[in-house]
Nanobody
């Protein structure tokens, strides 16, 4: 069984910064992809960013140049540094991992609110 523990959400003013982290623990063989998704009220869950084991990354167009995803393979941890935050970034952010065997797992979600 794998657990994903997220941390770092909160309230920030527009233009501010927040960092999220997600640590995977339990019976982990190998993690291929680690990523962050978000879901705003009334909207579908969408990809924010993902990072592959070798370091390659994908970002949603809406966050390019503002968000940075990184990972520590030794710690099975993924990070998301969010800068220049906008009110439209307000959402519940979910960590996601995809293992080498193709199975995936989701975190419980952490709220990010951007408001003055």
């Amino acid at each position: 069984q794998v657990q994903l523990v997220e941390s770092g959400g909160g309230l920030v003013q527009p233009g501010g910064s927040l960092g999220l982290s997600c640590a995977a623990s339990g019976r982990i063989f190998s993690i291929n992809v680690m990523g962050w998704y978000r879901q705003a009220p009334g909207k579908q869950r969408e990809l924010v960013a993902k990072i592959f084991r070798g370091g390659g990354t994908n970002y949603a167009d809406s966050v390019k140049g503002r968000f940075t995803i990184s990972r520590d393979n030794a710690k099975n941890t993924v990070y998301l540094q969010m800068n220049s935050l906008k009110p439209e970034d307000t959402a519940v952010y979910y960590c996601n991992v995809v293992f080498a065997n193709g199975f995936g797992s989701w975190g419980q979600g952490t709220q990010v609110t951007v408001s003055s």
